[in-house]
């Protein structure tokens, strides 16, 4: 079975300053990882994905994660927020040995405050 | 080009009458996903379409749920006999092939209430 767990509710921040959301996983095999972002009224949008290479991955609009397998972590960070950032976040995670359906983390709202 | 379209957008209903979504995915995609998002519990995962294939009913939380996908492009999401419970966003989601390295393109969603 595999599981993802974003352990944050909401994130606030300040703009201009760094940001980080969180997101851990529980897979058995290789982990292929997602970032989505979803705003308002909105379906979710594609961030950037791991699935094998660099473990620093660079995404849409001056995102990047880092995978650590020995923490089984994959945190979205961004070196400096926007206004425009604050949305919903959700980490996704499959194994790829099988199954096609991903798991979806609960969520992260995060907040840019000017 | 063109991205995922759902319709309607919103939808409210009476509790006991049936309800259908459409899902028009990006085209040649072969992959077809539905979710539902409810407040503060994430996406749960309803059905997978993978071109001919069979589709993964798996995550169907009752009979009074269906799908169906024909000539392999829109879907049709069916709620009979809708309960309050059911009120949530229904997502639709294609990607280009099978294999979940494939990034998935969300539609919009409808947005069902059921009084």
């Known amino acids: 079975a595999q599981s993802v767990a974003q352990p944050e509710d909401q994130v606030n921040v300040a703009e201009g300053n760094p940001l980080t959301v969180k997101c851990t996983y529980s897979v058995s095999g290789n982990p292929y990882l997602f970032w989505y972002v979803q705003y308002p009224n909105r379906g979710l949008q594609f961030l950037l994905k791991?699935?094998?290479?660099?473990?620093l991955v660079k995404g849409s609009y001056g995102f990047e994660a880092e995978f650590n397998k020995s923490q089984t972590s994959f945190h979205l960070k961004k070196p400096s927020a926007l206004v425009s950032d604050s949305a919903l976040y959700f980490c996704a995670v499959g194994y790829g040995g099988g199954s096609y359906i991903p798991t979806f983390g609960r969520g992260t709202s995060l907040i840019v405050h000017p | 080009g063109a991205g995922v379209s759902q319709s309607p957008s919103n939808k409210v209903t009476e509790k006991g009458k049936d309800v259908e979504l459409r899902c028009d995915p990006i085209?040649?995609?072969?992959?077809l996903y539905w979710y539902r998002q409810s407040l503060g519990q994430g996406l749960e995962f309803l059905i997978y379409?993978?071109?001919?294939?069979?589709?993964?009913k798996s995550g169907l939380p009752s009979d009074r749920f269906s799908a169906e996908r024909t000539g392999g492009s829109v879907s049709t999401l069916t709620i009979q006999r809708t309960q309050q419970e059911d009120s949530a966003v229904y997502l639709c989601?294609?990607?280009?092939?099978?294999?979940?390295?494939?990034?998935?393109?969300f539609g919009p969603g409808t947005r069902l209430l059921v009084l």
């Open positions: 379409f993978q071109g001919n294939s069979a589709p993964d």
């Open positions: 085209s040649g995609h072969t992959a």
């Open positions: 791991y699935i094998t290479g660099d473990n």
């Open positions: 989601a294609s990607s280009s092939s099978t294999g979940f390295q494939e990034t998935q393109y």
